[in-house]
């Protein structure tokens, strides 16, 4: 079983940062890559970024590019979501994610809010 634990959300001002972090259980966590995704009130859930297992690949959505960087420690089994420049269209729950044997494992999820 795969727990994944969000945090680092919170409330900021448009231009501000925030880190988002994923801890995950087991000790698997270096062989999967893995996402950040969001999910905005009356929207979809949308891919942010991907990152491959040992970090050599990543990829972004196109709105977050040169604003976001994906990242992760494998050992300490933690995925990082560092977010820059933060504007009106980014709040939302973000939840990472890890696809396993074609299931996907979510966490509970971090609520991130811009506003002056």
């Known amino acids: 079983q795969v727990q994944l634990v969000e945090s680092g959300g919170g409330l900021v001002q448009p231009g501000g940062s925030l880190r988002l972090s994923c801890a995950a259980s087991?000790?698997?966590?270096?062989?999967?890559?893995m996402s950040w995704y969001r999910q905005a009130p009356g929207k979809e859930r949308e891919l942010v970024a991907a990152?491959?297992?040992?970090?050599?690949?990543?990829n972004y959505a196109d709105s977050m590019k040169g604003r976001f960087t994906i990242s992760r420690d494998n050992a300490k089994y933690t995925m990082y979501l560092q977010m820059n420049n933060l504007k009106p269209d980014d709040p939302a729950v973000y939840y990472c994610?890890?696809?396993?044997?074609?299931?996907?494992?979510w966490g509970q999820g971090t609520q991130v809010a811009v506003s002056s």
């Open positions: 990152i491959t297992s040992i970090g050599g690949v990543t």
């Open positions: 994610n890890v696809v396993i044997s074609s299931r996907h494992y």
């Open positions: 087991g000790s698997t966590f270096s062989r999967y890559s």
